[in-house]
Each structure stands twice: as C-alpha cells, then as structure tokens.
C-alpha cells in the first residue's frame, strides 16, 4: 500500500467505520441506561424536577470552594485541557472542512497561531495531569490499564495534529493519514470507555439534580 | 558541435555574453543553496566541463515532459546549456530515426560506457511487453540494456519516477517508474506533470559542476528543488492561517485571491518549486492563477481522491453511514435495554443483594 492509498483508506472506508462505531456505541449505551428508567416518585412534588435536573448540570461544572481549594491542580488543568480540546476540535479550518462536509453547515475559524499554541498548552496539561495520577498515591492507586488508555488516545489526536501541521518526522501524507488515524482510534474507544462520560455526566448531573429539584432542595 | 568541445566554449560559440553565463551560475548556486561565494567555482567548473553524453529513452509518455523543457523560453541560458550537452538519442528531438537512431543510441552507449547520463521519461508496462515498444524493442530491456553503462539515471517527469498517469488506477498496462526496475545506479528523481524546465538543467548542471548526484530527499528527488513544499512558499499561505479560504472558483474569496485549500488544493503534501520558480519564464504558478496544486510531484498523485476535494475531508458517504449507525444503535439500545430491565425486574422478584463485589468492575 502507497502512503497515497493510505490516507485514502483511512479518510475513507476506516472513517466510515469508525464513525459507525463510535455511533452505534454511543447510542446503544445510552438507550442502556435511558430504557432502565427509574422507580416512579409516589410522594407529592415539592419542587419542579425539571428545573433542578438543569441546574445540576450548569452548577456540578464549577467545583465549591472548599473543593476547589483541595484539588486546584485537577480542576485547572481539567479545564485547560477540555477547552483547549474544543477550541482545537471546532475552530481549526481543516476542522471546520470536515463538519461542513459531514454535517452541512460552516462556521469561522481561528487563525492557525492560535491553535498552534492552544495545542501545546493542551498538551501540557495532560501530560501534567498523566504526572500528577502516576505521583499521586491514591491517584495512582485508583487508576486501572482503562484511565492510561484514554488518556493515550486523548493525546495522541494532539501530538499527531501538532506534528503533521508543522511536518515532523515522516511525509505530509503519512502526517495527515497517522492523524486522522489516531481520531479514528479515539472513536472507536469511545463508547466503551470512561470517555462515554462527555455524555453520560449530563444524563447522571441531570439524574441527581432531578431527585433534589422534586423533594424542593437546593442540590 | 566538436564532441570535444568544452561548456565554455560551447556557450561562447552560440553567442551567450560572460554576464549572462555568470548570471545563470548564480542562479544555480541559489538553486542549489550554495552561499554566492561559489558562483565563481561554478563558472570555472562549468567553463572547463565536457559535454556529457545523453540518453533520453521515452517508454509510456505524453512528451510533455520534453515539450516543458524545449518551451523554456528560448534563447534562455537554461536552453543554451541543454543544447550543450551531447543528446546523443532522443526521439522526439532528433532527426535520425528506425535503425539509424537505434544505432546512435549504441554508439553513444559503446564510446562513453560508465559515463554518459540515461535520462528516461515515461513509465514502463509490466503487464505485457507489447504494450510499449521501440524498433522492437520493449521498455523492459532497453531500459536494462541502456542503464548497465550509465553514470546516473535522471527519471524524468512522474511517469518515470513514480509511475505516474499510467500507473494511475486500474494500472492496465501494469506501469512501474523506473526505480522499480534498475536497483544498482544512483537514480535522481526529477517528478512533476510536467517538471519544471530549471529544475532539469539545474541536476545536470549539477552532475556537470561537481561530477556526483546532488543531495537527494527520501524520496529519490533533488534536495535543492524538492526539499520545501508549495505549501510552506506558497505566497497564499497568510490566508490560509488566517482561515479564509475560496469556497468555489469564483467567489468573493477567489477574487481576493485567498488560500484554495477547501477547493482541493495538495500544496501541504507537495514538495515541489513552484511557488519559488514559477513556470514560464517564472511569470506564475498554477495557484498563482487561481488552481490548487494538483500534487504532480508526488508519488499517486492520480489516485488521491479528487483534485477539487479538500485533503483532510472523508472520502465515502459518511452521513448515510451515520444514519444507518445510529437507526441500527437504536435497535440494538432497545433491545438490548429490555434485556437489562427483565434482568433487574427477575433480581427484585428474587430478592438479589449487591454486594460490593459487583461494584468492583476491574478494569
Ligand atoms: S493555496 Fe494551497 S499551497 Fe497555498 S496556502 Fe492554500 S493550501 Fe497551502
Ligand atoms: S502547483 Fe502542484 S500540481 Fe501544479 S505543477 Fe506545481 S506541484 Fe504540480
């Protein structure tokens, strides 16, 4: 196989199954969980339920004080990498090309410096956050093969779109094949691993928020 | 022309001034990023070299490797020393023809075997040697024959590098460029669809100054043309950082002359002069004139997925591939969902309890 026929193959019938993966996975786990339901609430509404799902899901984003004292290192490097993620996913022109191919509609992107830096603080904040979970003791000791995993495939789409746009190592083609090969891996992991949680920790925020909304407390 | 016949004298025979010869020794030093401190060092060696004998064989082409190079705006410097060289069989250019020419091309071989430069353009059919053949003779075994006493292979043009438009899917004619076939000689790569002129005579000026094969990529290509892409020169480039982009050809963007990468364009993949050189006497390049790089300087270029489709974008229908995805998660999440609540519904029915054990997934 040419590098050519590579990067054919991986842009077309590996990202076609990738994307039916990453799909098919997603939606089945979360019809798993939605189809289970919940025992009906016999006692007389206090509150709306509604009201108190969504604003679980808003507040539980920011962490208290007394939280946020303990474990500032895990919340701001948490927040870095999940923007600078987004900002890099959704506002890079090639990235943008890609929804709009798939999805029909285009929005503006930022310009390449700036996702150029964005990536390596992105970067940076997750090998951080691999140091501090293997320095940590209890970090470590709660971590199994499946957290090291993920955060393989949540760096490798950085590292490789970081060395294909400035062409380190091997041929352009080969660049852009590996990296939107290391998406595809991401993909088809996702449904069956922690990182389900981009989903789920709006349906269990909303879970939580709900039982507390309808008893009429402040959750 | 007395075969003898240095460069220099050569030169001065067809009326090129001292200024115009220092004047392309520069522009080969630059070419060839050498510091301008060597121009002199160049004009000496140039002044002295002998005219090198050529062979130009031509198997599965379109001659418009050869037409690039013979429309290279003559009375050019670049011209002057094609015709310096000794091209001792080319069909397209010269005037023998039959057994006539085949006998110049053996002559040349027998006086300057180990010494004279093959240069080939055009792919050569594996699939059947009766596809391509000249005074009888197949690609397969000229090519062989000609390159056992040859200095150096120059493959000219894609074809001959990398199989090119005949090597293009399906292959009929089972094509392979010329490094597929002759293993023990240095080869220099010289791609593109057509080459351009410069970069030709700059190998063999070259060859010709410092008598070795100049610096080469991975990729078997000169160092000194190939070795930046169009997209790294080209002048399109603040735009495309920037983020605007043309989105048809004749749109507000065209018009402003911003990056054509949504309409296809290959410069991030391609390593060639253009955006340096420039065609036609270096008036322009074609995404000068407004179309994205085709690739031609790379390996399958042919084959890439369209030249109008964008290279980061998915090939195959994704959309539908998602609808079926989802329609079909959507069962199987149903299904598979009842399945859970029976199981729940059968443990509460028989008083199961947890126990931390089933808390404790493992990995
Ligand atoms: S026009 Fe092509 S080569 Fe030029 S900046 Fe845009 S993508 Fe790169
Ligand atoms: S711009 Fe691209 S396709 Fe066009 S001649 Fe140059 S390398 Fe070939």
């Known amino acids: 196989m040419s590098e050519t026929e590579f990067l054919l193959w991986v842009r077309g019938p590996a990202f076609q199954v990738a994307t039916i993966i990453f799909l098919l996975g997603v939606v089945v786990r979360i019809l798993e969980i939605l189809v289970l339901g919940r025992k009906p609430d016999l006692a007389e509404a206090r509150g709306s339920a509604v009201a108190g799902g969504l604003r679980a899901i808003i507040s539980r984003s920011f962490a208290e004080r007394a939280t946020l004292q303990r474990t500032a290192f895990t919340e701001v490097t948490g927040w870095i990498f999940h923007i600078g993620i987004f900002v890099i996913l959704l506002l890079f022109a090639p990235h943008i090309l890609l929804f709009e191919e798939v999805f029909g509609v285009s929005w503006p992107a930022l310009p390449t410096t700036v996702i150029d830096a964005t990536t390596i603080v992105t970067i940076i904040a997750l090998l951080a956050v691999l140091i501090h979970r293997i320095a940590n003791p209890v970090m470590r000791f709660l971590s199994r093969f499946q957290d090291y995993l993920v955060w393989l495939v949540t760096i490798l789409p950085l590292v490789t779109g970081y060395m294909a746009f400035h062409r380190i190592g091997l041929t352009p083609t080969m660049l852009i094949a590996v990296h939107i090969l290391s998406v595809e891996l991401l993909m088809v992991t996702f449904p069956f691993t922690k990182l389900m949680h981009a989903f789920t920790l709006f349906m269990s925020r909303y879970y939580d928020g709900a039982i507390a909304g309808y008893k009429g407390v402040n959750s | ?363």
């Open chain 2, 1 to 363: 022309m007395s075969k003898d016949e240095t460069l220099g004298e050569a030169l001065r025979r067809q009326g090129v001034t001292r200024r115009g010869f220092l004047k392309f020794c520069a522009a080969t030093a630059s070419m060839m990023a050498l510091p301008p401190s060597m121009v002199p060092a160049i004009a000496a060696a140039l002044e002295k070299a002998r005219r090198p004998s050529v062979i130009w064989l031509s198997f599965q082409e379109c001659t418009g490797c050869i037409e690039s190079l013979t429309r290279s705006h003559s009375p050019t410097v670049e011209g002057l020393i094609f015709d310096a060289i000794s091209l001792d069989y080319q069909h397209a250019l010269q005037a023998a023809a039959g057994s006539a020419a085949e006998a110049a091309r053996e002559t040349a071989m027998e006086e300057n075997y180990g010494k004279y430069i093959l240069i080939v353009d055009g792919s050569i059919p594996l699939a059947n040697p009766g596809y391509s053949t000249i005074a009888g003779i197949s690609n397969l075994a000229m090519l062989e024959e000609t390159a056992k006493g040859a200095a150096a292979v120059v493959s000219m043009g894609s074809c001959a590098a990398f199989g090119g438009i005949p090597k293009a899917k399906p292959n009929p004619t089972g094509a392979v460029s010329v490094g597929d076939i002759i293993k023990d000689k240095p080869i220099i790569n010289v791609p593109g669809c057509p080459p351009i002129p410069v970069v030709i005579t700059g190998v063999l000026a070259h060859f010709l100054i410092f008598g070795t094969i100049p610096e080469l990529d991975a990729l078997g290509r000169p160092m000194a043309y190939y070795g930046q892409s169009i997209h790294d020169r080209c002048y399109r480039r603040p735009f495309y950082d920037k983020g605007k982009f043309a989105n048809t050809f004749d749109d507000e963007g065209a018009k402003k002359g911003w990056c054509l990468y949504k309409l296809g364009c290959k410069g991030p993949t391609t390593y060639n002069a253009c955006a340096t050189t420039k065609w036609n006497d270096g008036t322009s390049f074609p995404i000068e004139a407004g179309h994205p790089c085709l690739g031609c300087s790379e390996p399958d270029f042919w084959d890439g997925g369209g030249f109008y489709k964008a290279i980061s974008t998915p090939t195959e229908d994704i959309p539908k591939a998602a609808i079926y995805a989802v329609g079909a998660g959507a069962a199987a999440g149903l299904a598979l969902g009842a399945l859970n609540r029976a199981k729940r519904d059968k443990a509460v029915a028989e008083h199961v309890k947890t126990t931390i054990d089933d808390l404790e997934k493992g990995d």
